[in-house]
């Protein structure tokens, strides 16, 4: 029996032990959305997939459907934004708030090339720009919002206006809306309780 092969980017938003030596990965993908997949003797010290899976990392993945799960066959890292923002403790808790996010609002496969494109560039601006630390709860803020409104918990009327996905996520764009702090929070707020 033949399975189809799908490839594709994908950020590790973590997993747990399975078995004896496999891992179980929650990955939220660019082409097939949201799915929890196995990597056979991934916790082995000999294999050659681990340091591609690291947890907040950004890989490509190749995937097979297999009769119950998806299952890992290979994997190439592009960034571990956990690592490139070591020594930065502030930073590194906003990558894990939005992974816990996105594992918090995600459900099922389905494809959202959008969203994992808000997030990817989100994440990479976090790398990126010189955000001073005061101002970053101000860039986490935006950032939640633009992955709100995408899953539709904002809609466009409540979106704060230059907030939207399409323009850059960067440290003028945060420094522009340190006035306008509560009014994302409230924004965020609303949107997180109605979907609870």
């Not at 938003?13 to 997949?37: H, I, N, Q, Y």
């Not at 808000?118 to 720009?129: F, H, K, N, Q």
Request: net charge positive.
């Amino acid at each position: 029996m033949s399975y189809e092969l799908y490839t594709t980017k994908g950020l590790i938003m973590g997993g747990f032990p399975s078995g004896e030596s496999d891992k179980s990965f929650c990955v939220f993908t660019r082409e097939l959305g949201f799915v929890w997949a196995t990597a056979k003797s991934i916790r082995l010290s000999a294999s050659k997939l681990r340091p591609h899976m690291s947890n907040y990392s950004l890989s490509s993945i190749s995937f097979i459907r297999g009769k119950n799960q998806w299952k890992i066959t290979n994997a190439q890292l592009h960034q571990n934004f956990f690592n490139l923002l070591r020594g930065n403790k502030e930073k590194q808790i906003i990558c894990a708030n939005i992974m816990v996010l996105l594992r918090t609002l995600l459900s099922g496969e389905e494809k959202n090339s959008e969203l994992f494109d808000i997030v990817s560039s989100g994440l990479y601006a976090l790398v990126d720009e010189e955000i001073k630390e005061d101002k970053l709860p101000v860039f986490e803020s935006i950032l939640v919002v633009r992955i709100l409104h995408n899953l539709g918990f904002v809609g466009r009327s409540s979106l704060p206006a230059g907030v939207g996905g399409g323009v850059k996520l960067d440290a003028d764009l945060v420094e522009s809306f340190v006035p306008h702090k509560k009014e994302l929070i409230k924004v965020i707020n609303k949107a997180l309780h109605a979907s609870s």
